[in-house]
């Protein structure tokens, strides 16, 4: 299982764009990336995945460079409502279980 | 989407009392479910693995006949919490895989939690 690392901790500014990178340097080969952002008291919620080099969707972009040993979740102009604790995970089916790092607490300020 | 609840979402119970947390998949067969236990300010932490049909897989340091794990069918896995004492209050998630939607990734869907408080 490859093992996450995050910043412990950002602070925003509403409409700014945040990036958030998360190091995972013994990734494996089917491996793939995926964040995961979570409110006190609720259940993680997904909000993006991927293998190699960009996808995005409604909510956020994420940048995986050719090596993968890193990635970078963007969430393009932030709101209040974007508070919150974002995690970085890898893993695979096959790898079954997934590990929960320590996670980024994003707090967007008016 | 796919969506997994758990019920109750939040209990209090008494010091040496038992209790059961339920986890469904509500839109998808999942045959592979996990529950988390969460304390304030920290991450989750992993404490087993539910497989339907078959035997709980836990996580070192987790007590198998304290947190008994059923996994009964393929949209529901009970989680019960035996002789609960004080130092067991805590926030409990599941989540469950759709091995119909599985791309290889590995992807889960979360419940929204049960907090437990014990007396």
């Known amino acids: 299982l490859a093992k996450t690392t995050q910043p412990i901790s950002m602070d925003s500014y509403e409409g700014q764009e945040v990036n958030i990178t998360c190091s995972h340097n013994?990734?494996?080969?089917?491996?793939?990336i995926t964040w995961y952002q979570q409110f006190p008291s609720q259940g993680p919620r997904f909000i993006i995945q991927?293998?190699?080099t960009k996808v995005t969707n409604e909510v956020a972009s994420l940048f995986i460079p050719a090596d993968r040993k890193s990635s970078t979740l963007s969430l393009p102009r932030v709101s209040l409502s974007d508070t919150a604790v974002y995690y970085c995970?890898?893993?695979?089916?096959?790898?079954?279980?997934?590990?929960f790092g320590a996670g980024t607490r994003l707090f967007v300020k008016a | 989407g796919a969506v997994v609840s758990q019920h109750p979402s939040r209990v209090i119970c008494k010091s040496g009392t038992s209790v059961k947390i339920e986890c469904r998949s509500l839109?998808?067969?999942?045959?592979?479910m996990f529950w988390y236990r969460q304390f304030p300010k920290q991450s989750l932490m992993l404490m087993a693995t539910?497989?339907?049909?078959?035997?709980?897989?836990?996580e070192q340091g987790v007590e198998k006949d304290k947190f008994l794990i059923n996994h009964a069918s393929l949209t529901l896995s009970t989680l019960t919490v035996t002789s609960a004492h004080p130092e067991d209050s805590s926030f409990y998630i599941c989540?469950?895989?759709?091995?119909?939607?599985?791309?290889?990734?590995?992807?889960?869907?979360f419940g929204p939690g049960t907090r437990l408080t014990v007396t």
């Open positions: 989540s469950a895989r759709d091995g119909s939607r599985d791309i290889g990734s590995g992807e889960q869907y």
């Open positions: 013994n990734i494996a080969t089917n491996d793939y």
């Open positions: 991927g293998y190699k």
């Open positions: 995970l890898t893993g695979n089916t096959g790898g079954f279980k997934t590990i």
């Open positions: 839109d998808f067969q999942a045959t592979t």
């Open positions: 539910s497989n339907e049909g078959s035997k709980a897989t836990y």
